[in-house]
């Protein structure tokens, strides 16, 4: 199984609401990633968890929180966001992060739209 | 700021015939990668070529790689209307003892039937 399943497809959620994002796959990876992708531009990494714990943390702001309850699973929490946070978020995993680049297998992405 | 710079930004061709993408970057690299992207989805590997490499092949793609310009290519040979996508580069570069990945600025392509 190379999949790497992102629920929901499509979120739409108001600035006092509370959301979470989630990211699934089952190919043994040990690295997780968060990216943030605008329209016309490219992904924009976000985190990355290593073997379940954070290991990069782009400056991003607190209203985002990332979670990784195990080896299989990232989450996303949301809360108090902004317009401007609108995008396409995706889910990425791949083999590992310290040994070397490996290629990244990504999710098909969550559409959210802060109203 | 991003690594990698392609050009061209946008890039229209007629089914069949070859076409050509760039990268540029900044620093030293260990790797470059290059992705594929349908609109709105997520995207798709499809080659890694290491620093040490000059030129890769996987069925009708070839990238190439000069260290010495920071530079790397992806060629699609004999396009199809289903290349029709944005294609990225990445490179790599180290960070706090991980390998971060980032994504160059990508080429919106058009391959018309």
């Known amino acids: 199984d190379t999949e790497v399943t992102q629920t929901p497809k499509h979120l739409v959620m108001g600035m006092t609401n509370k959301k979470s994002l989630k990211c699934e796959q089952h190919m043994g990876h040990r690295a997780m990633y968060w990216y943030k992708q605008k329209a016309k531009k490219p992904p924009e990494l976000m985190f990355v968890y290593s073997y379940e714990k954070l290991s990069i943390n782009e400056s991003v702001p607190s209203r985002f929180s990332p979670e990784c309850p195990n080896s299989s699973l990232l989450n996303l929490h949301l809360h108090a966001l902004q317009p401007e946070d609108s995008a396409l978020y995706l889910c990425a995993s791949s083999q590992g992060l310290r040994e070397g680049s490996y290629e990244q297998y990504f999710g098909p992405g969550t559409r959210l739209t802060v109203t | 700021s991003q690594q990698g710079e392609e050009d061209p930004q946008a890039l229209s061709i007629q089914e069949g015939e070859n076409a050509t993408m760039n990268c540029s970057y900044k620093t030293s690299i260990n790797n470059l990668q290059w992705y594929r992207q349908n609109s709105g989805r997520g995207l798709v590997h499809l080659i890694l070529?290491?620093?040490?490499?000059r030129e890769k092949h996987s069925g009708r793609l070839r990238v190439t790689l000069d260290t010495s310009k920071k530079s790397s290519s992806l060629l699609i040979t004999a396009s199809r209307a289903a290349d029709t996508a944005s294609y990225f580069c990445a490179t790599d570069a180290a960070s706090g003892g991980y390998q971060k990945v980032t994504f160059g600025t990508g080429t919106k392509l058009q391959v018309i039937p």
């Open positions: 070529i290491r620093s040490n490499e």
